[in-house]
Nanobody, 115 residues
Framework: QVQLVESGGGLVQAGGSLRLSCAAS????????LGWFRQAPGKEREFVAA???????YYADSVTGRFTIARDNAKNTVYLQMNSLKSEDKGVYYC?????????WGQGTQVTVSS
């Protein structure tokens, strides 16, 4: 059974940093695209960052220069380093793994940014 488990969310002051982790199990994701999405209260889920199997990365304009996505295929884990956090970065952050016709989601981890 495939599982994606996020961790690392929490409460942080504006300007602070958090590092999210997503540990995958149930299969090897080295050939998958791994990504992070977020959903703020009352808003739709939106793309944050993605990293392809060849380590090419993509970011939403709103996080470019502040967030960094990385993957460790040996650990089947994807990370999101979030720096210079703003109040608008708050929400539930979801891990995603897509590939080979499959699309998997984690349960999410809450990020709260206080101003």
């Amino acid at each position: 059974q495939v599982q994606l488990v996020e961790s690392g969310g929490g409460l942080v002051q504006a300007g602070g940093s958090l590092r999210l982790s997503c540990a995958a199990s149930g299969r090897t994701f080295s050939g998958y695209s791994l990504g992070w999405f977020r959903q703020a209260p009352g808003k739709e889920r939106e793309f944050v960052a993605a990293i392809w199997s060849g380590n090419t990365t993509y970011y939403a304009d709103s996080v470019t220069g502040r967030f960094t996505i990385a993957r460790d295929n040996a650990k089947n884990t994807v990370y999101l380093q979030m720096n210079s956090l703003k109040s608008e970065d708050k929400g539930v952050y979801y891990c995603n793994a897509a590939g080979q016709g499959n699309n998997y989601w984690g349960q999410g981890t809450q990020v709260t940014v206080s101003s």
